[in-house]
Structure formats: structure tokens, C-alpha cells
């Protein structure tokens, strides 16, 4: 097989919550670690959509930032077709990736014209101003938009047309792969299939390997070959998107799709319990204060990720 376009190992993101106070200088202590991203090793292959899913809070959009090359991780590594990300090559592999941000409203920027927030990545690549012109109409008419926006604001906007210049910028530079976060969740129901429908054929038609961050499992099962569950900064359970959703493995992946009956798109209720905050995290197998299978090994050992059938996942019952 061909290397995986984007593989992470022991992924780790660490963030100091809020500003060292005076006390905490006076007494020479440093402020809590959030454990956004703890130990995570994924891989997407080359053409391949895989979905994240999880509860709020839970990491996504940090990974998703980290593979993005947006963030710098505490420890672990990216690896990009093969090649490790590193401090001397990152500038060079981040032109070969797109993030379409999650609030469409907040990320395009609202002074710019839509011309120039879609051709934007090309200025910063040194493209002359004839092959970005050429480039925005390919593109504007890739995400089906009037060639006519070319001049109006973020402001002038519909929310679906807002998510189409996201996506429409995101692929003007002919990126290997895009994180796309939470793509639809703004959207109404109606305009959510038509973004997802455009995606699956931008997919198609130009082989983008991607990853959707979403809550809602079923835009992951519509949009996705692959899934993956996060729970509390870690990749719980990750296998093909028919057997995981058919016969999930993981109790918490169990949980999330028992609150959603009959997979329409509605937003995944969370299981019952509290999320565990993630400075002071669970003992053991994080998901072990929620789990109705809990063992006495689950509140003292964290489980690794193993293969079970075509699945990944880490639960001691397996
Ligand atoms: N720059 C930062 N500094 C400190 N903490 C951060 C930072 N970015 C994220 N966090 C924390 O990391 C945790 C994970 O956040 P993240 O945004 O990745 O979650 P998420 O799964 O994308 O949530 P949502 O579904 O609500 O978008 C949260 O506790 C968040 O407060
Ligand atoms: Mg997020």
C-alpha cells in the first residue's frame, strides 16, 4: 500500500489553562495542563475521507489543528506522504494542506472582498495575477457560486454561500488534503446536504484525501470511509464507517449513536455522566466514570488501541 497521506504517532497536545497569576508565580507554580490531544496515532490514506466525531471539548478541532501544521505539538510526530513534519520543512508542507475553520462567519474575514479571501493562499504562493484570476473561476464554479460575488463582503452572504467560499478557498491552492471543522453545523438542513453533497463530488472529482470533524454522526456517515470516535483528547475507536456504525465496539461510540435513533441530521446528545474535565482526567480508561461496563482494571489501566476484526479500539473488553 502506498504511504498514508497523513499518520500521526503518540499525537500530544498540552495547553498551560490561563494566565500564571501572581500566586502561582509568587509560589513558583505553573498553571494546570489541559490535555487536549493525548496520544494519538491515526492514519488517512491518499483519496480517503475519515469522520471525527465526538462530544464538545473533546479535541477535535486541536488535532485537526495540529495536522494542519496550525499548532505545534508537545510531543509525538506528523508524518505527510511519509516525510516527518519538522521544524525545517513545516512551511513547505503546510502549502500542500488546507483547515476550513469551524464558524464560517468568524473565519472569512469580513473587510476583503470574496475575491480576494478565495485567492488569498495563491498571493501568499507567489501566483501572478492572471493564474489567480483563472484559478478563482475554476474554483467559484467548482463550488457552484456566481463568478458575480467576486466583489461583494462576507456580510452579503448567505450562510451556505459563507461555507462555499470557505471550501472554495480552501481548494484554490490545490491542496493534498483539508481538515474541514464542523462544515455544516451552522447551516440549515437543506443547505447542509448541498455542502456535503458538494464535497463528496469535489471529492470525486479532484481525489482530496480528507478529514470532517463533526458531532453530528450522521454527516460522518454520509461523507466518511472511515470514522473516528474521540473521547477526552484520545482516538477511542477508528474502523470503516458501515462496521462502526452497524456494530459499534467502543462503549462510548455505543452511547453516542443510541442518542441518535434513526441517524437523521440532528445533533448528537452526549451520554449520560460528566464529561471529565480534561486537567483533572479519570484514572485509567478515561471513559471508566461513564462506562456501564466498567471493570476494576478499567479505573487503574488506560487501555491501548488494538484490532478487533477491521475495527481499532481501546476498551479492556476486548
Ligand atoms: N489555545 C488554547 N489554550 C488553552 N486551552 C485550549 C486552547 N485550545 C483549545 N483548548 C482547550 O482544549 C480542549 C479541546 O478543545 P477543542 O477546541 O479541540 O475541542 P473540540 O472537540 O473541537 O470542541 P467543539 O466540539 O466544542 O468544537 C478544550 O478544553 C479547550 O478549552
Ligand atoms: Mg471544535
Known sequence: MDEPIVKTIGLKKYFRAGKSGLLNRIFRQEPPLVKAVDNVSIEVQSGEVLGLVGESGCGKTTLGRLISTLETPTDGEIFFTGQKVTRGNWKAIRRQLQMVFQNPYESLD????????????????????????????????????????????????????????????????????????????????????????????LRNDFNFSYIVITHNIAVARFISDRIAT??????????????????????????????????EIKRVEPPHGEVPSLINLPSGCRFHTRCPYVMEKCKTQDPEMRKVGDVNVACWLY
Open 110 to 201: 469580513p473587510r476583503q472582498s470574496i475575491k480576494s479571501i478565495v485567492t488569498e493562499p495563491l498571493l501568499k504562493l507567489g501566483f501572478s495575477k492572471a493564474e489567480r484570476e483563472a484559478q478563482f473561476e475554476k474554483v467559484m464554479s467548482a463550488v457552484g457560486l456566481d463568478q458575480n460575488f467576486a466583489q461583494r463582503r462576507p456580510k452579503d452572504l448567505s450562510g451556505g454561500q459563507r461555507q462555499r467560499v470557505a471550501v472554495a478557498r480552501s481548494i484554490v491552492s490545490t491542496p493534498k488534503f483539508i481538515v474541514l471543522d464542523e462544515p455544516t453545523s451552522a447551516l440549515d438542513a437543506s443547505v447542509q446536504s448541498q455542502v456535503l453533497n458538494l464535497l463528496v463530488g
Open 230 to 263: 474521540m473521547y477526552a483528547g484520545q482516538v477511542v475507536e477508528l474502523g470503516p464507517t458501515d462496521m462502526v456504525l452497524k456494530d459499534p465496539k467502543h462503549p462510548y461510540t455505543q452511547a453516542l449513536l443510541k442518542s441518535v435513533p434513526t441517524l
